[in-house]
């Protein structure tokens, strides 16, 4: 079990409809990640929030929106989605330091239909 | 633009052998991590290597990191089939305080009895 809890763990969604992510994470840490990871590929950063504000954003379209509502949830808002952007989506978090691992979370496997 | 390479992409070996995965990559950065990922799983944290010339083994697996060359190694030794699993390096370069993890490719590793 990690300790970074994504839901849902599935999604399957059509091109013209909303939808949301979330992520959570209760061991205090300040600084929370998205990532996209396709099939047989390393994860690629979407997003980063330190303290509740977005402090990288790695040119991600805009049809991907994140939300940081306090420094235990992450979200990331879904909307008008391609069939390229079904992936694995990972959030992950870690102490504002540079000297600890990222804890990741299992994961949202969407798929765009 | 930061490359992590690793090498070789796949690795197929026999168990009771020996093994090491390579881990380039092209920028300065003294923060390098290994993460191990079972297939539609999330990524486990191995090892943080925060040095030159830092060493770590947890069971079979010995990370190792020289910064001057840019390489680091995660040596597998007297394999067992638990051990199957993508592994990846991921590099940090801070980024005004903000970790921005660039993973490498990716080694398959997998374990014949």
């Known amino acids: 079990d990690t300790e970074v809890t994504q839901t849902p763990k599935h999604l399957v969604m059509g091109m013209t409809n909303k939808k949301s992510l979330k992520c959570e994470q209760h061991?205090?840490?300040?600084?929370m990640y998205w990532y996209k990871q396709k099939a047989k590929k390393p994860p690629e950063l979407m997003f980063v929030?330190?303290?509740?504000?977005?402090?990288i954003n790695e040119s991600v379209p805009s049809r991907f929106s994140p939300e940081c509502p306090n420094s235990s949830l992450l979200n990331l808002h879904l909307h008008a989605l391609q069939p390229e952007d079904s992936a694995l989506y990972l959030c992950?978090?870690?102490?504002?330091?540079?000297?600890?691992?990222?804890?990741f979370g299992d994961g949202t496997r969407l798929s765009i239909l | 633009e930061l490359k992590v390479e690793q090498n070789p992409l796949f690795l197929s070996m026999q168990e009771g052998k020996n093994y090491t995965i390579y881990c380039n990559y092209s920028t300065t950065s003294d923060r390098l991590y290994w993460y191990r990922q079972d297939p539609g799983k999330s990524l486990e944290s191995l090892f943080v290597?925060?040095?030159?010339?830092a060493v770590k083994q947890e069971g079979r697996l010995m990370a190792s990191l020289d910064t001057k060359a840019r390489l680091s190694t995660l040596h597998i030794t007297a394999a067992v089939h638990d051990l199957s699993a993508t592994y990846f390096c991921a590099v940090d370069v801070a980024n005004f305080g903000n970790e921005k993890l660039t993973f490498g490719t990716g080694t398959r590793l997998t374990i014949i009895p």
């Open positions: 061991m205090g840490h300040r600084a």
């Open positions: 992950a978090s870690s102490l504002l330091s540079l000297r600890q691992p990222q804890h």
């Open positions: 929030y330190s303290y509740e504000k977005l402090s």
């Open positions: 290597l925060l040095s030159n010339g």
